[in-house]
């Protein structure tokens, strides 16, 4: 029997869309299905994710300490919606229509008027902002057009969704070699679970993958010298990561010893130094 679409045509059409378009397709499909199977607030700390982003909607950078907790006063229309009756580390648990409708009212809340309840959130009272940028813009926009925390939270996670694969997109274009690796890093299926949530651990994947790109670009154009509009956009993509998780501040210093070689005078690696403590390193210590 002659099957319809053989290997080779399906191998061919692969080759000719290239890792980037490929992205695309599978990250728009199965991450965007992830998306939306995965019930409310069901990601990993997503409840306190959203109390987060909805905290730094409202312009609140540093969160308040009362007694033993850390968190801050935010509307209790925000805080309601996150109890999803014991459903997190409860697999037998699962998400019903008369939940999902609860959670659903109100539709659309004058959030200037909600009254307010003192919430913790211990474990992202103490992020930065910079990996909430997206979601805090889309909660921002949400609350001035009134729409229901459910709605927010939706929102958000389409909004981290877009930053991720608008990143991932740039990252495959960029890299120079490995690309189909990449490839499968990004579209393991952790990473298309993460770009469907309020957490930042999405962006900081494809954000670092972007940064990678950049770096291993920069090494292997050995003659090349870098310009200060490449200068610029390493150092706030360094600076994004690390301020947003330590962990990424090893990147910055790589990022360091690859820029400064490059530059052809003193004054320039002076610049590009403090400019690298400035975006890198102070955040982080704030």
Known sequence: MKLPFPASRLRNSIEHLGPEALFLVLACSFGLGVLLANGPF?????????ARVFQLSEGTLIGERRGGAAGGELPKAAIDVTDTEGMPFHNERKMSRSLFVRLL???????????????????????????????????????????????????????????????GYAALRTLPIYRWTILVLLVCPMSLYLFGSIAPDGMLITGAAL??????????????RVGPREQAVILVLAGLLSAAKPAYLPMAAVAWLLVIPRLGSLRGRMIFSAATVACCLLPVLL
């Open 42 to 50: 069901q990601a990993p700390d997503e409840n306190d994710h959203y």
């Open 105 to 167: 009212h109100p539709a659309f809340v004058d959030w200037s008027k909600a009254p307010r309840v003192y919430e913790s959130f211990p474990h992202t009272v103490v992020y930065g902002p910079a990996g909430y940028l997206p979601q805090t813009v889309a909660v921002f926009l949400g609350r001035h057009l009134r729409i229901g925390p459910l709605g927010l939270m939706y929102l958000a996670r389409f909004a981290a969704f877009a930053a991720s694969v608008a990143l």
């Open 211 to 224: 940064l990678l790109a950049l770096l291993v670009r920069l090494a292997m154009r050995r003659d090349v």
